[in-house]
């Protein structure tokens, strides 16, 4: 058996009740993904989210009583086989972005039973000359440090995460909406132009990151005040090479506002002499991890291939203002993952805390 149209209704129903339990899942692990993996990290992407409608798992489950491709005798085998009730979309600007959003996704979610969260990655073009479907999809929960207060009714319940470039989410869409929706065969004209618009969107896909390495080129030789985090991630980059400075770039960008160290110039003075940063950021980054972990500090981990190059290099002249900004130590009104590491750069047990005025 396929699916009853009993209990269709009482699937539907039970979901109605419990609808509002999915929207808070996905409206939260939206938020995770826009402030902890896009933001942080200075990748443009948008992130969207939403709880399936009960209309529209309805008419999801007679298309399966319809096509009889799952068995869905019961209830609760409806609501074990349909994993999208709580879905999420990260649509990056550049397609190289989706596998730097995807490892940060698999790294602060959890998997089925506590498990590494399983990454299906789909291309499904290297099969079909005519699908140019591409995405990549996750299923994730809250991990146990999340599952507190409201949250705590959602533990195991999960919510399906697809990451994609802006160009592909559009040809999955038109072709979603025309091709698996409707009932009847597309017709060959349909098809031709679903075909020359595939072609379009990967060669856009190609389009938009030229033109965001000009822009980065042009902003790089700016010195004025930095407009963005982009753009500070443009300028500040040129001074590590080999070094993926958008990560973690984001909450390093804010706490810099708040210090007004907001020029080339103004970062300059605090860092030394350019010429060597990239070689002694690299040595006190090192040093610093190897005190953390001698004094079993090991909330978070300093990256050798991320902004905390620059952070370690400004910690000497900012950490106590950091501290200063943040009192409680949690990052109130500023980034957590900062404000823990300066408060640890300046604990009696490191090799070489101290503090001037920016």
């Known amino acids: 058996m396929t699916i009853s149209e009993p209990a269709i209704a009482e699937a539907v129903a039970r979901y109605q009740r419990e609808y509002d339990r999915y929207l808070k899942l996905c409206s939260r692990v939206a938020d995770i993904c826009r402030y902890e993996v896009v933001e942080a990290n200075a990748i443009r992407a948008h992130v969207t989210f939403r709880a399936k409608g009960h209309k529209s798992l309805e008419m999801k489950l007679r298309k399966f009583a319809q096509t009889g491709k799952k068995s869905m005798p019961t209830v609760d085998s409806v609501f074990d086989q349909v994993r999208d009730l709580a879905a999420v979309r990260v649509a990056t600007y550049v397609q190289t972005d989706e596998r730097k959003v995807t490892d940060a996704i698999v790294k602060r979610f959890a998997g089925s039973n506590g498990n590494a969260v399983v990454i299906d990655r789909k291309d499904k073009h ?30 195991g319940v999960p919510c399906e995460i697809q990451v994609c470039s802006m160009m592909a989410h559009v040809w999955n869409e038109i072709e979603h909406d025309i091709g698996y929706k409707p009932t009847g065969e597309l017709s060959p004209l349909e098809r031709e132009i679903l075909v020359s618009l595939g072609h379009q969107t990967r060669s856009g896909d190609g389009m938009i990151s030229q033109l965001l390495a000009a822009t980065d080129a042009r902003n790089a030789e700016q010195t004025a005040a930095f407009s963005d985090v982009y753009d500070f991630v443009a300028r500040a980059r040129r001074w590590f090479p080999s070094v993926d400075f958008a990560t973690n770039a984001g909450p390093l960008f804010e706490e810099l506002q708040l210090l007004r160290l907001n020029t080339p110039d103004g970062i300059r003075k605090q860092i030394g002499e350019l010429s060597s940063v990239a070689e002694r950021s690299l040595t006190e980054l090192r040093t610093l991890s190897t005190s953390l972990q001698q004094r079993g500090e090991t909330r978070y981990v300093l990256e050798e291939n991320s902004a905390d190059r620059l952070l370690v290099l400004l910690l000497p002249k900012v950490a106590q203002h950091i501290v200063s900004n943040h009192p409680t130590g949690r990052g109130v009104g500023g980034p957590t993952r900062i404000s823990w590491l300066a408060a640890r750069y300046l604990d009696p047990g490191a090799a070489t805390a101290g503090a001037q005025s920016p």
């Open 126 to 155: 290297a099969t079909d000359p005519q699908n140019f479907y591409r995405a990549t999809h996750l299923e994730v929960y809250l991990p146990s440090q999340d599952l507190v207060g409201t949250y705590s009714n959602v533990v």
